[in-house]
């Protein structure tokens, strides 16, 4: 089973809607982040925490909440989507104290057309 | 902020080898990782290297790392048709409060 799920994997929608997206982690670890991805412009940080009660704006938040609603999920939301959140979504998650690295471990990502 | 760059695009053949180039701007940089991301899915480390090492190798993987000039270096050896994917270079450090800062991905084309 994977260690970081996301949900949906895929969503299409229209300018003014609600969005949530989910993120899942069983591995325990207290950092979880949310990314954008979109082609040309590599991975863009929306929001970040290091543990449940903690949560910090990313470069890109503008738009975007998000809830930590336990340390194994983490969700984005988008209160009004606007076509230029058109993108790739991923979650992951960090353990500085599990390994000598800080690697972070990624979900398979989802994607949300605005149309 | 601090910032990773890495040109977009690489294409070699099958057998030749790769190498694909990074620099970054932040010199407090603790740790340096490539991740490849294959199509249809998340990213996953590759490999890293620590910021008091020169050079890191792991099979067919070298890892160079030039603090002096900020400059991060992946070759790969023996380049296969299955190496095909986008690599993203990122740093970690303290002064980036644990974060990971991620260049723009480097898609390498591996032609038979």
């Known amino acids: 089973d994977a260690d970081v799920t996301q949900t949906p994997r895929n969503r299409i929608t229209k300018t003014g809607k609600r969005i949530m997206l989910e993120c899942s982690q069983t591995k325990g670890h207290d950092r979880m982040y949310w990314y954008r991805q979109d082609p040309g412009l590599g991975l863009r940080l929306i929001y970040y925490?290091?543990?449940?009660?903690?949560?910090n704006k990313g470069e890109i938040s503008d738009g975007y909440s998000v809830s930590r609603q336990a340390q194994a999920k983490f969700s984005l939301s988008l209160e009004s989507a606007i076509p230029n959140q058109t993108a790739l979504y991923f979650c992951?998650?960090?353990?500085?104290?599990?390994?000598?690295?800080?690697?972070?471990?990624f979900g398979p990502g989802t994607r949300l057309t605005v149309l | 902020g601090e910032d990773v760059e890495q040109s977009l695009f690489l294409s070699v053949r099958e057998g030749d080898s790769s190498v694909i180039n990074c620099t970054y701007t932040d010199s407090s940089s603790t740790y340096l990782y490539w991740y490849k991301q294959e199509p249809g899915a998340g990213l996953q480390l590759l490999t890293y290297i620590f910021s008091n090492m020169d050079m890191k190798q792991d099979q067919r993987l070298t890892v160079l790392l030039n603090k002096k000039d900020k400059h991060l270096s992946l070759r790969i050896a023996d380049t296969q048709t299955g190496d095909s994917a986008i690599y993203f270079c990122a740093e970690t450090s303290l002064q980036n409060a644990g974060k990971s800062t991620f260049g723009d991905g480097t898609t390498l084309t591996v032609k038979p």
């Open positions: 992951a998650t960090s353990d500085p104290l599990a390994g000598a690295n800080n690697e972070q471990f």
């Open positions: 925490s290091f543990d449940v009660k903690d949560i």
